[in-house]
C-alpha cells in the first residue's frame, strides 16, 4: 500500500530535549515536506526537500532542521524543544510532476 | 510566509444543503488545491487546478481557478454527513515541476446536521 508513514504518532517531551519525528515513504518520490497545524493558521511549511541531499527552508524553518539522506526518509530534528514548538505535524511526499500525499501526523507537546 | 486568505472559518449546515467556500490572496497563484482533513488524519487532495478559469469536478465537488489567478472556491452540492472536516485551500506559485512549495489556507470547518 502506498504510504507515507510518520513516527510517534504522539510524544510529550520536555524543553530543551533533542527529538526527531522520522517519516518515510514507499512511493519513490523526490519530493518531501514537513508542516505544523497551528489552530488559526492552517500548515505552514517548515523545510522540504527536492532530493536526496537537496534540502531548503520553507516559511517557518527556525528551530528545525532536516536532512535526507535517503530518496525514502526525511526525518525532522528538534535539537532543542522549546513550548512554542507544540504543534501537530505533517510530513507528506510528491513526485517532481505530482501533488501531495500527507502522513498521517505527530502530535509532540513540549512541557 | 505568504498566506491565503479563506472563508468561512467555520460552517453549520443541514444535511443536503449546498456549500461554498473560497479562497483570495493579494499574489498570483499558478497552482489551487483544496484538501480535506478528516479528524486525526492528514490532509486528502480533492481537486487540483492548473488553468486559470479552470473548473473541475469531482462527484459532489466542484472547484474553480479564479481568471486573476488570486482566488478559488470550492461548492459540495448536497452534503452529507460524512462531509464533515476542515477543508484547505492551497496555491502554488511555480509551475507543477517547481517542487513542492505550496502555501495554505487557514481552513473551512465543516459540521454537516443530519
Known amino acids: 500500500e502506498a504510504q507515507v508513514t510518520q513516527n510517534p504518532r504522539y510524544l510529550i517531551t520536555v524543553t530543551g530535549k533533542k527529538l526527531t519525528v522520522t517519516c518515510s515513504q514507499n512511493m519513490n518520490h523526490e519530493y518531501m515536506s514537513w508542516y505544523r497545524q497551528d489552530p488559526g493558521l492552517g500548515l505552514r511549511q517548515i523545510y522540504y526537500?527536492?532530493?536526496?541531499?537537496?534540502?531548503d527552508k520553507g516559511d517557518v524553518p527556525e528551530g528545525y532542521k532536516v536532512s535526507r539522506k535517503e530518496k525514502r526518509n526525511f526525518p525532522l530534528i528538534l535539537e532543542s524543544p522549546s513550548p512554542n514548538q507544540t504543534s501537530l505535524y505533517f510530513c507528506?511526499?510528491?513526485?517532481?510532476?505530482?501533488?501531495?500525499?500527507f502522513g498521517p501526523g505527530t502530535r509532540l507537546t513540549v512541557l | 510566509g505568504q498566506q491565503l486568505n479563506q472563508s468561512p472559518q467555520s460552517m453549520f449546515i443541514q444535511e443536503g444543503e449546498d456549500v461554498s467556500m473560497n479562497c483570495t490572496s493579494s499574489s498570483i497563484f499558478n497552482t489551487w488545491l483544496w484538501y480535506k482533513q478528516d479528524p486525526g488524519e492528514g490532509p486528502v487532495l480533492l481537486i487540483a487546478l492548473y488553468k486559470a478559469g479552470e473548473l473541475t469536478s469531482n462527484g459532489r465537488l466542484t472547484a474553480q481557478f479564479g481568471i486573476t489567478r488570486k482566488d478559488s472556491f470550492l461548492n459540495i452540492s448536497a452534503s452529507i454527513p460524512s462531509d464533515v472536516g476542515i477543508y484547505f485551500c492551497?496555491?502554488?506559485?511555480?509551475?507543477?515541476?517547481?517542487?513542492?512549495?505550496?502555501?495554505f489556507g487557514e481552513g473551512t470547518q465543516l459540521t454537516v446536521n443530519p
Open positions: 526537500s527536492m532530493n536526496v541531499e537537496v534540502t
Open positions: 492551497a496555491g502554488r506559485r511555480g509551475r507543477e515541476t517547481s517542487g513542492s512549495r505550496l502555501t
Open positions: 507528506a511526499s510528491s513526485l517532481a510532476r505530482g501533488e501531495q500525499f
